[in-house]
């Protein structure tokens, strides 16, 4: 049998942020390069976008050989919505004029552009992560009749706490019913994508993600303050940061020594900095914007504890390089990764007395994070980069003999 | 020819509820009262009366049989509250001169490993019970798990006790039959050790159907003990083998009820503990490392392997002195109650990934939440010493240091 050929409609190479789908896409790509499957990357890049920190790539000999990168000039960031396209679009000024006026169009757009770039590229398969993806996906379909295969990492209603926008939805619908074969993250996210959408059971497969060990320093840092509790994430309604704080001024009441770290950026943070002000705890918190590289693993091994309180997480992958980085976590139930991971602490996002019962152990025993850690890291060990990558293929294989 | 001796182990520790961060300070109730009964009545009903009364029948018809049991002190407790109806049929068993009673530590705890004195106060107060309940005074001592080594072999015998049971461990055996009676090193106890494989054959693989034996028949069991030279076969095993463990649906009283019978045509008897307690013995074991019938390891790593049951055990064993010294009778009572060795099984990690058999015996979701409700009430206890000092006594004691000064 030849080489698959993939036609891969994807966000971020090589990623610029830590955890998501930039992350989530390259490494799955380069798990996939590795397996010898030829891809050819296709992905929104805007030399004054938000995602110009696009480097060229310079990668492993499979990388290399395997992999060919086709960019469209569009500023489009995986986790925009509405009104931060919007936002970005003003603050470019004259340069955008050639862009969407708003962030549909602007999809719309990219869509053609993206069908355009793709009609030449031989392939077997084509494989589109999230929604903005779909519609060229769907077209180049259309053009190729090859097999499609929807990567869906986060459904319009995870981001949104619950209140869609409808047309992104539909979209998410469209995507998902054109697909020959849709993956979803964990048995979690299965469930939420066949509450929502009316799709047959048989078409979901799980593919659980894993992670690249090779980008995390050995070292270790120390913080002026040791009892750092963690927030990393984007700070917007899934991931719960509200439930984060509030957790934060009960932890406070029994260990008024703790240091809370919100590392992220997003459309709730003037929410969340004012909420920390009125409950009189801005002394405890520290907000930091988002991080990059080892700013990233440094965040970790500063701190005593991560904690991921996401009302809606299909997968987590921020809680695996936590893990990989020798901190213990606490997972929200509503989570993927706490499908997977055994070592961890577990609660409801919304059980506050919960998280503080459990954070507060976790800061007042030493032998609770020592055994969190070695056991979760001892256990991470499965997670891999190529487990995925391996299973995607698999999937590949069964299409392309159909 | 050689004889069997069975003995098996009852035990019911009392597990502690979700107790939170939010409790210390203000609610001295540890135990899960509900849960507690609730497994009890359970295990009653599917194992301690059913099986029970298979034991009373085969003494009945089976003038050779003979049987001996431990029952820890946390249980009977549980069924004087729970199922005085178990607690009946056991009493009805002692009536017999064939079912004997061994001590252990009332509190089936790790005692024995972290405080001698503790240990024989816990052992007194268990031979107390026995002997007021089943009017028995026992020569013979299991201890929690079986751990043993030398040490806790010294200590028994300083008790008054003729023999110790240990597991038959090739480890420490070497090239040695587990079926004969052994001397502890540097003590005149003779050391009774379990035959590991014909018990866990019942114990553990009975209903196995990937294993070779099986189907286990009782006339299949007893023509691999006849060959077997030695003093005795010892099957030491929980008693929650029959019907908890091991379901009903198994055939597993079947095997019970014929156990006996088949053993007989085959001309092996049985011998009591105590009666092997007066043979004499061939060689000695030496033994410093503890050793236990849990997990692959036989060692004490299903309690004490990891840095948080470590630390949970040495922390509640070292509040001893001052808990007894609060004079504060619930107080003792639940710091007895929290060094049973149930408590620290429940935080072991080992094989946790694989999710195992520890998974299906400890009432909490992982072992980092069991830590966490222990530490909890270990940080209430520490509370409530606080809180029970008396604030006269110590500006008494203030006040003749500054006079002595």
């Known amino acids: 049998m030849s080489k698959i050929k993939v036609l891969m409609f994807g966000w971020e190479f090589p990623p610029f942020k830590s955890g998501g789908l930039g992350t989530a896409c390259h490494d799955l790509t380069k798990g996939l390069a590795q397996e010898d499957v030829k891809v050819t990357f296709v992905m929104p890049h805007a030399p004054n976008g938000a995602n110009a920190k696009f480097v060229k790539l310079i990668g492993t000999n499979a990388l290399a050989k395997n992999v060919n990168i086709k960019t469209v000039d569009s500023p489009l960031t995986p986790y925009m919505n509405e009104s931060t396209y919007e936002q970005h679009l003003s603050n470019g000024g004259k340069n955008n004029a050639i862009y969407g006026k708003n962030l549909i169009l602007e999809v719309k757009r990219y869509t053609a552009l993206a069908e355009h770039v793709a009609r030449n590229e031989e392939h077997d398969i084509i494989h589109a992560h999230d929604w903005m993806t779909y519609q060229a996906a769907i077209k180049a379909k259309r053009a190729s009749k090859k097999p499609l295969v929807v990567h869906l990492h986060a459904t319009e209603f995870d981001r949104t706490g619950g209140h869609p926008d409808p047309r992104i939805s539909h979209i998410e619908y469209e995507g998902l019913n054109a697909a020959d074969v849709v993956i979803t993250n964990s048995e979690f996210s299965k469930k939420n994508i066949l509450t929502h959408y009316k799709i047959p059971a048989n078409k979901i497969k799980v593919v659980h993600w894993g992670i690249d060990e090779e980008n995390i320093p050995k070292g270790t840092y120390k913080a002026a303050n040791e009892n750092i509790v963690l927030f990393l994430g984007r700070v917007t309604i899934q991931k719960g940061p509200d439930y984060f704080i509030e957790t934060a001024k009960k932890v406070l009441e029994y260990e008024p020594n703790t240091t809370f770290v919100i590392a992220g950026d997003g459309d ?108 979760a890291k001892q256990e991470s060990a499965k997670f891999t980069l190529r487990e995925p990558a391996r299973k995607v293929k698999e999937i590949y294989e069964t299409l392309r003999k159909h | ?284 074991l030496d033994i410093h490392h503890p050793l236990s019938w849990a997990d692959v390891e036989r060692d004490t790593s299903a309690w004490l392997g990891n840095k948080m049951q470590q630390s949970a055990a040495s922390t509640i064993f070292k509040l001893k002195n001052e808990v007894l010294a609060s004079g504060n009778a619930s107080l003792i009572d639940s710091w007895k109650k929290l060094t049973t060795s149930d408590h620290f099984y429940y935080m072991c990690t080992k094989w946790f990934n694989d999710g195992d058999v520890h998974k299906y015996f400890s009432p909490y979701e992982t072992p980092y939440e069991a830590y966490i409700a222990y530490m909890n009430i270990v940080q209430d206890i520490q509370h409530q010493l606080k809180m029970s000092k008396p604030k006269l006594f110590s500006s008494f004691t203030k006040y003749l240091k500054e006079v002595s000064a």
């Open chain 1, 268 to 375: 709730m943070l003037p929410r969340i900095i004012n909420r920390t002000a009125e409950l009189g705890i801005a002394n405890n918190v520290i907000f930091t914007g988002a991080l990059r590289g080892d700013d990233v693993h440094k965040a970790f091994k500063t701190a005593k504890l991560y904690v991921m309180p996401s009302v809606s997480e299909p997968f987590g992958l921020v809680a695996l390089e936590s893990i990989k980085n020798g901190t213990p976590v606490l997972l929200s139930k509503t989570s993927g990764v706490s499908e997977v991971v055994q070592n961890a602490l577990k609660a409801d996002f919304w059980d506050i007395d919960s998280m503080t019962n459990k954070i507060v152990s976790v800061l007042r025993h030493s032998a609770l994070r020592e055994d969190l850690s070695t056991n």
């Open chain 2, 1 to 284: 020819m050689t004889n069997v001796c069975l003995y098996f182990q009852v035990h019911q520790p009392y597990r502690v509820r979700r107790y939170t961060l939010f409790d210390i300070g203000k609610n001295s109730q540890y135990f899960d009262t509900e849960k507690n009964k609730e497994v009890l009545h359970k295990v009653a009903k599917k194992c301690y009366i059913p099986a029970t009364r298979v034991i009373l029948d085969l003494i009945k018809k089976n003038p050779d049989f003979k049987v001996a049991y431990s029952i820890s002190g946390t249980a009977i407790e549980q069924f004087q509250e729970h199922s005085p109806e178990t607690l009946e049929l056991f009493q009805e068993l002692s009536d017999s001169d064939r079912v004997e009673f061994l001590n252990e530590t009332y509190y089936h705890s790790l005692s024995a490993l972290y405080d001698k004195d503790e240990f024989s106060q816990q052992v007194k107060q268990h031979q107390k019970i026995v002997k007021k309940l089943f009017g028995q005074k026992p020569t013979v001592f299991r201890n929690t798990e079986l751990i043993y080594n030398n040490e806790i072999a010294k200590t028994v015998q300083s008790l008054g006790y003729k023999a110790i049971l240990a597991e038959g461990w090739d480890g420490v055996l070497g090239w040695r039959s587990p079926n004969y009676v052994y001397k502890a090193s540097g003590t005149k106890l003779n050391l009774l050790l379990k035959n590991y494989k014909l018990s866990d054959d019942i114990a553990f693989r009975f209903s196995d159907k990937k294993w070779n034996g099986w189907p286990l028949t009782t006339e299949k069991f007893a023509s691999w003990v006849a060959p077997i030279p030695g003093d005795s076969v010892n099957l030491f095993m929980d008693y929650e083998t029959f019907g908890e463990h091991q379901w009903a649906d198994t055939g597993i009283f079947n095997f019970l009820r014929h156990l006996p019978s088949a053993l007989r045509k085959h001309n092996i008897g049985f011998s009591h503990p105590s009666e092997l307690a007066a043979i004499d013995a061939k060689d000695e």
